[in-house]
């Protein structure tokens, strides 16, 4: 979309009526399937998106503004470093690529991500066979900005997530995934998620700025709301609490 919308329920669920304490809520619509996180055209325009957003924000300044990021979005503005970023991309490559069974192949296909995009092989996993050295230096560049300028952050240590049409998909993706770490959302790594942080600055409850849940990748975007009663399971009561 040429321009923010004001709603993208299909990605983000309905946040728009969870941020009272906002003044105008924003989306943007990017093509981030067939471009990379460092291409340098698809940064320029999320500068732009966010820039657009607040009257108080001037050229390269964003003023009065909370950017909300899910995924590579969040590497798109260089505010987010999964260190060594997601073995979901390495695994979806070799599947995709022939390098393993039929079965494994239509499971890469369920998600919808044969043939590997140019977004996804950018997020090979940091120093691995999928990865290069420029795409390592970008990670560590955005690292250091993650750091410095996030204030709170959503990640998740268990994938068994919430009720959804998309829920047995990342159960099969977490369960086949050679992930380095059991803690993951079905596609990213807790650690990776963390960007640098230390894992004790999460807690496990709504209330906390750094949240460690049990949800999936997808949940993570708020589209399934919360559960009824697992504190772990509440990214949207989480965004409210923010607020």
């Avoid at 997020?123 to 990670?139: D, Q, R, V």
């Avoid at 790594?189 to 894992?199: D, K, N, Q, V, Y």
Wanted: aromatic share 10%.
């Amino acid at each position: 979309m040429p321009k923010n919308q004001d709603s993208f329920s299909e990605y983000w669920g309905n946040l728009t009526d969870h941020a009272p304490c906002c003044t105008t809520l924003k989306y943007a619509m990017l093509n981030t399937i067939n471009h990379s996180w460092v291409d340098d055209s698809l940064q320029q325009k999320v500068c732009d998106r966010a820039l657009a957003v607040s009257k108080t924000s001037k050229k390269s300044t964003v003023s009065d503004t909370i950017i909300i990021t899910h995924s590579m979005g969040a590497l798109l503005l260089g505010a987010q470093s999964l260190r060594k970023r997601s073995m979901g991309s390495d695994y979806l490559q070799s599947s995709c690529d022939g390098d393993t069974n039929m079965i494994v192949e239509r499971l890469a296909n369920v998600t919808g991500r044969c043939p590997v995009s140019a977004a996804i092989r950018s997020l090979a996993y940091e120093y691995e066979k999928f990865s290069s050295s420029k795409l390592n230096k970008a990670y560590k560049a955005a690292q250091t900005a993650y750091q410095t300028h996030v204030q709170a952050a959503m990640c998740s240590y268990k994938y068994t997530g919430l009720v959804s049409n998309y829920q047995w998909q990342v159960w099969l993706l977490g369960s086949v995934v050679p992930h380095k770490s059991h803690q993951n959302d079905g596609m990213v790594e807790l650690h990776s998620c963390a960007g640098g942080f230390p894992e004790s600055k999460f807690g496990n409850h709504y209330l906390d700025r750094f949240y460690a849940t049990k949800l999936n990748h997808f949940d993570l975007a708020f589209k399934s709301g919360d559960a009824l009663f697992d504190e772990a399971k509440m990214p949207v009561k989480w965004f409210e609490c923010l607020l």
